[in-house]
């Protein structure tokens, strides 16, 4: 296989915190049911995801949130990346965000069998690499719910 051409990233990322929120969306999609983030800022000191939820979640299911983050992240799991075609990710990831610029090979990020998503961005090697997750704050306002959370080393 020839060595696959991705579009270019614009920003240079905090591995933790990214992988993180790939760990957080998967929680959010298995718990909710929901989309992953609509929208989401990551960053060293700080980052938030926004959700599109019917309800906001309550005090006792951000805390499982915050505690089936950090109990996956202890697990130690391999963060991998394979390069399929657009056809093979619609198989495996949903492919509604990808940019319509986006090329024909598309970069697949798995965190063990716990989340896959097409993500061209920055990541651990294992999740024993990332920290703590940590909600800092959250709230809910015309169907969007905005998590706002960091990783304690």
Wanted: proline content about 3%.
């Amino acid at each position: 296989m020839e060595t696959p051409v991705l579009n270019a990233h614009n920003k240079q990322e905090h591995e933790q915190s990214h992988s993180a929120e790939h760990l957080l969306n998967a929680t959010m999609v298995k718990m909710f049911g929901c989309p992953r983030s609509r929208n989401a800022h990551i960053e060293k000191k700080k980052s938030k995801c926004d959700y599109i939820l019917d309800a906001e979640p309550t005090a006792e299911q951000v805390a499982q949130i915050e505690a089936k983050i950090n109990e996956v992240i202890a697990q130690n799991l391999d963060v991998t990346v394979e390069f399929v075609t657009r056809e093979q990710a619609a198989s495996i990831v949903d492919l509604s965000k990808l940019p319509e610029d986006a090329s024909e090979t598309l970069r697949i990020v798995r965190i063990g069998d716990y989340d896959a998503c097409a993500c061209i961005g920055a990541h651990v090697k294992n999740t024993s690499e990332i920290g703590t997750f940590k909600v800092i704050s959250h709230s809910y306002e015309n169907g969007v719910w905005r998590l706002r959370w960091k990783i304690v080393q």
